[in-house]
């Protein structure tokens, strides 16, 4: 199965800030299939990515993604402190789908 | 636009068993991959495995295999996880998923991204 390995665990800045998420694969990644979940205290995953760079219906425009093959990013610009949460990037592009073990962000 | 609604948090003794449900409301169901994804406290997400439940034909991740069910209810538009033999490492928030595609083989691989969630169903295996 593929590994997904997220870097940093946590990432503290403050509001203003861009926050880079990276999400590196064990293995190239089928067709890019690569999605991005947000996920605050308390509730359930929430879909912010899908394809490595396109956005979910309603997700603000400073969310983005990027990448490809093994190596991906998700992009925070103007970081707010409703982003609080932690991300996780997932592969469906291989059987089992796997999830990376996430990356907090913390504002200062 | 589909939801999908749990039921409420279990608790349960080491070696019993426990059934959540996922019902789905508000949309197409039936012939999408239903997932289940655990969530331990204070860890990363865990896919269990899924089920097409106009076809009724399931998968489940091997490290899941030998205790895991996933059944449909296709009248109810509900699918249910069960979970056999529980020791104290499966408390765990459990979720469902539906794939963003409906299936194009009757097989419950997707190769598709989750959406929507479940809120999610607490479960406590304490003596």
Request: glycine content about 10%.
């Amino acid at each position: 199965e593929i590994v997904l390995t997220q870097s940093p665990g946590t990432l503290s800045l403050s509001p203003g800030e861009r926050a880079t998420l990276s999400c590196r694969a064990s293995q190239s990644v089928s067709r890019n299939y690569l999605a991005w979940y947000q996920q605050k205290p308390g509730q359930a995953p929430r879909l912010l990515i899908y394809g490595a760079s396109s956005r979910a219906t309603g997700i603000p425009h400073r969310f983005s993604g990027s990448g490809s093959g093994t190596d991906f990013t998700l992009t925070i610009n103007r970081l707010e402190p409703e982003d609080v949460a932690v991300y996780y990037c997932q592969q469906y592009g291989s059987s089992p789908r796997t999830f990376g073990q996430g990356t907090k962000v913390e504002i200062k | 636009q589909v939801q999908l609604v749990q039921s409420g948090s279990e608790v349960q003794k080491p070696g019993s068993s426990v059934k959540v449900s996922c019902k789905a409301s508000g949309g197409t169901f039936s012939n999408y991959v239903i997932s289940w994804v655990r969530q331990a406290p204070g860890q990363g997400l865990e896919l269990m495995g899924g089920i097409v439940p106009v076809f009724g034909t399931t998968n489940y991740v091997q490290k899941f295999q030998d205790r895991v069910t996933i059944t449909a209810d296709e009248s109810t538009s509900t699918v249910y996880l069960e979970l056999n033999s529980l020791r104290s490492e499966d408390t765990a928030v459990y979720y469902c998923a539906r794939d963003s595609h409906a299936v194009v083989v009757p097989q419950a691989v997707g190769y598709n991204w989750f959406d929507p969630w479940g809120q999610g169903t607490l479960v406590t295996v304490s003596s």
